[in-house]
């Protein structure tokens, strides 16, 4: 069993940043793949970036690429998510999670295990 818990979310103008945290419960964070993800009411969950549980592949959607990056510490059980040059568009509720042994399907929500409960993060125009 893995608890997510995110913080670092919240009110930003746009071409501003924030940088969101994941802390994971348990002993084992480090045999996870990790992911974000995030959701408008009314629209579908979003694959964001995802990081092997080595730290040594990483995936990101288009629309964020350069501009957010994902980044793990198992010694702190942490996942990370920076995001610099935020736009409105990116406005939603951001959710990590955790996987084992995605391979290659890093980007697939069904195939992750576990859930956090979400942060807001409200881009201001």
């Known amino acids: 069993q893995v608890q997510l818990v995110e913080s670092g979310g919240g009110l930003v103008q746009a071409v501003g940043s924030l940088r969101l945290s994941c802390a994971a419960s348990?002993?084992?964070?480090?045999?996870?793949?990790m992911g974000w993800f995030r959701q408008v009411p009314g629209k579908e969950r979003e694959f964001v970036a995802a990081?092997?549980?080595?730290?040594?592949?990483?995936r990101y959607v288009d629309s964020v690429k350069g501009r957010f990056t994902i980044s793990r510490d198992n010694a702190k059980n942490t996942v990370y998510l920076q995001m610099n040059s935020l736009k409105p568009e990116d406005t939603a509720v951001y959710s990590c999670?955790?996987?084992?042994?995605?391979?290659?399907?890093?980007?697939?929500?069904?195939?992750?295990?576990?859930w956090g409960q979400g942060t807001q993060v409200t881009v201001s125009s």
């Open positions: 990081i092997s549980r080595s730290g040594g592949r990483t």
């Open positions: 348990g002993r084992t964070f480090s045999s996870y793949d």
């Open positions: 999670a955790a996987g084992l042994d995605l391979g290659n399907r890093l980007q697939i929500g069904a195939r992750y295990d576990y």
